[in-house]
């Protein structure tokens, strides 16, 4: 394997996986899952796309990896706790979307990316933030991925114990992260693979495939037999040995981006 490269872009603490023999290429951005592998570090290890000749740069979602709070995830599980919805899965997101355009304009002065159009990858909560980039921003995407996403975040409350108490806020929050909802503005950004484990939550299947019928022609599902929601075991903060539904995942993905990313050197 590469060698990793850490570091911090605008404050954000990321892992990148430079190409084969370095250099100048074109850039793969990612967010982490919540659930293993729930570190930048972890993810990089989980989908390395070792094959992809582009940069990956993986970054650490709030309250992970680098900054943890007091090394553990206990802070999080408090948020959780205190209210699902409008204490963990929206602020988390929300400032992951946020720091994004300083993040990447940092990475863009420490690596050699180029300026061209990216890649954007997302896993479970990663994959919302994915999913905002292409909805609400204007930065140029080539392609985009999801695994296992949080595509419609009732979904991933629904998964939470007990009955989420619903408000006018937080059903406004709620269904600002209904992507399928956003269809047509993801449709217009970039194509879009989805990837879903054949052993993920049912909600969050039927999602994936509502996603992909929504955007269109532009959007593709990848089934993965045998995968649950997890691409790595428990703790997933370290990176650790691939797995084997993680290895089919990788693949698609490295195909995926291979077929829409310009992989010539960029300047």
Known sequence: MDPMITGTAAGVPFTALPPAGGGAAPLV?????????????????????LDLPAWRVHLGMP????????????AIVALMREDALMSFLHPFV????????????????????????????????????????????????AAGAVVNAAIRMRSVVDLFP??????????????????????GAIAGRAPLLVVSGELDHPALRADAVDLVDAVGERAELLSIPGLAHPLAEEPGIEPAPQLPQAREVDAGLTAWFRRHLAVGPQG
């Open 29 to 49: 951005v990612s967010w982490h899952m919540m659930d293993p592998p729930r570190s930048d570090a972890a993810f990089a290890a989980a989908l390395p796309m």
């Open 63 to 74: 309250m992970c990896g680098a900054r943890m709070v007091d090394g553990s995830t206990d």
């Open 94 to 141: 929300r400032q992951a979307t946020e720091e994004f355009p300083a993040a990447l304009a940092s990475i863009r002065e420490q690596l050699p990316v180029g300026g061209g159009p990216i890649g954007v990858l997302g896993g479970s909560l990663g994959g919302a933030v994915a999913l905002r980039v292409l909805a609400e921003t204007d930065i140029p995407v």
């Open 162 to 183: 007990g009955e989420y108490a619903y408000d006018a806020e937080s059903t406004e929050v709620v269904d600002g992260l209904d992507f399928v909802a956003r269809a």
